[in-house]
């Protein structure tokens, strides 16, 4: 159990698109779900937590307008990267939590 | 503040030996730590956590961490390391000011298994 899945597991854009990312938990209800960057073999860095029907909470540095977080359900927050530049090419994983945090499989985006 | 320190960017071991990656934490008030393991290009997997009870916890794959409240440290150890181990290894400790159950992570450690 405590499934969570991300889609798509890796995506190639140009630059100034958006590309928008799911995550998904299979198997529980998360009220909260949590999004991260990572670089290369460094550590995550929490970009925002979502919450089911409210807003999301953006940790500081963070652009709002640039990374939009929608957590339409408990099951489902998707984020989206607006305009997409290549210094947003990074891994992105996303966590749904129920007791502990559970880790989707990540997200390579290569903003070209 | 809250915060978890791995020290050791690298760990290196040979197959059959013991391995110890090494973390210590700051925070107020008991703590929640967790370690998590990531191989290439994937998200985190869950190993232990530490909430209350027994110092020395038991987790996946044959992981163990002990936590010390006088070294306010939590090593996860294992006493015979595989090829397969070789992985980045992820402290974290739970933000107990945040409701969701925000995680704060330490730096990385990454564990190389030597045949």
């Known amino acids: 159990g405590a499934v969570v899945s991300q889609h798509p597991s890796w995506v190639i854009c140009k630059s100034g698109t958006s590309v928008k990312i799911e995550c998904r938990s299979l198997d529980f209800q998360a009220t909260t779900m949590f999004w991260y960057r990572q670089f290369p073999k460094q550590s995550l860095m929490l970009m925002a937590t979502?919450?089911?029907?409210?807003?999301?909470?953006?940790e500081q540095g963070v652009e709002k307008d640039k990374f939009l977080i929608n957590h339409a359900s408990l099951t489902l927050s998707t984020l989206t990267v607006t305009s997409a530049h290549p210094e947003d090419s990074s891994f992105y994983i996303c966590?749904?939590?129920?007791?502990?945090?559970?880790f989707g499989p990540g997200t390579r985006l290569t903003v070209l | 503040a809250q915060s978890v320190a791995q020290p050791e960017d690298q760990v290196n071991v040979a197959e059959g030996n013991p391995l110890t990656v090494k973390c210590t934490y700051s925070v107020s008030g008991n703590p929640y730590l967790f370690w998590y393991v990531q191989y290439p290009n994937r998200g985190l997997q869950f190993l232990l956590k530490?909430?209350?009870?027994?110092?020395l916890v038991k987790g996946s794959y044959g992981f163990e961490a002990e936590f010390n409240k006088s070294q306010t440290s939590f090593h996860l150890k294992k006493p015979s390391a595989l090829v397969s181990d070789s992985a980045l290894y992820f402290c974290a400790v739970r933000d107990i000011y945040n409701q969701g159950g925000k995680l704060i992570f330490g730096q990385g450690t990454e564990l190389s298994v030597k045949p």
């Open positions: 966590s749904a939590a129920y007791n502990e945090q559970f």
């Open positions: 979502s919450n089911e029907g409210s807003k999301a909470t953006y």
């Open positions: 530490y909430i209350t009870g027994d110092n």
